[in-house]
């Protein structure tokens, strides 16, 4: 009787042991996913900020203002400049048109004079001073054009700045990069910003990577797009199981990180794997899972 029931326990551990050899996972690791920083782009007093570490922004949101009035300023005082030098190029204008008129006015009174001295009504030198009054005229019509144009690059000039002026204003308003939430806030309003310190992490946590490392016998068994089964820890005892696709495999080999508790295993040459697993908030940052690769499809 004894070794009747010795039998059944033997059969039993076996049956057991065979059950689960086929949820035996093929690699481990952790999920991650790709945070982003967000900067400021200008300096200047925070007059406004919304992010707070948990909330859900949108890509293209404003969350947040940075003090423009010292750009708004000297943008109206460039405004004011260009002004004053469009009009000085309307006077200009005007002075060569009085120009334009008068040599107009030369002109026909040369070909005047040039009918009588065919005529032998009027004298050469009469001609001579028209036509040396006439390029005095042309000679200041050139002196003005010339001073045009230098009004008219100051002119553009000016406009530059205030693109310029305009850039640094639309710098001056954060704006979320990213649809995600908040990981980690790093600043408060009202308080002094310079360009390019951090304000705040964000990611999107709606797909989870899942990194883990295999050998180059499990290779064959991976491919891009392939669908795999991951578990995550559902209690201290079972698994739950999620639908993962492989999204990235390393080209190259590299040992084990050092994360991995045994030497044996840190020594080892493994290659890297993303597994995208989509997220129902249950999944975090850092979280271990494991995969099998039998599942590919």
Do not use: H
């Amino acid at each position: 009787m004894k070794t009747f029931s010795f039998v059944l326990l033997i059969a039993a551990v076996i049956l057991y042991s065979c059950g689960n050899s086929n949820n035996k996972a093929d690699a481990y690791g952790n999920f991650e996913t790709i945070e982003t920083m967000v900067g400021a782009e200008t300096s200047g007093k925070l007059i406004s900020f919304i992010p707070a570490e948990g909330i859900q922004l949108k890509a293209g949101q404003k969350v947040g203002v940075i003090d423009t009035t010292s750009l708004w300023l000297k943008k109206q005082q460039i405004i004011a400049l260009k002004k004053v030098s469009v009009s000085k190029l309307l006077q200009i204008k005007a002075q060569i048109d009085v120009q334009e008129t008068q040599k107009e006015t030369v002109l026909k009174e040369k070909n005047r004079v040039e009918n009588l001295i065919k005529d032998k009504a009027a004298p050469e030198k009469q001609l001579d001073d028209i036509t040396g009054q006439l390029n005095l005229i042309q000679s200041q019509i050139v002196s003005i054009k010339s001073q045009n144009q230098s009004i008219a690059g100051e002119i553009e000039s000016l406009m530059q700045q205030i693109k310029q002026v305009d850039d640094q204003l639309s710098k001056s308003y954060i704006i979320n990069p990213i649809d995600g939430i908040v990981l980690e806030n790093y600043i408060e309003p009202s308080e002094i910003v310079t360009m390019g310190k951090n304000l705040y992490k964000i990611a999107d946590l709606s797909t989870m990577k899942l990194r883990v490392y295999i050998s180059g016998a499990q290779l064959s068994k991976v491919k891009l797009g392939g669908q795999v089964k991951v578990l995550i820890d559902e209690d201290a005892k079972s698994n739950r199981e999620i639908a993962g696709v492989v999204s990235w495999v390393s080209a190259q080999a590299e040992f084990t990180p050092k994360i991995i508790q045994t030497k044996e295993e840190r020594v080892k040459q493994v290659y890297a794997v993303k597994i995208d697993v989509k997220n129902d908030g249950s999944i975090k940052i850092g979280m271990p899972g494991e995969v099998i690769f039998s599942e590919l499809k």
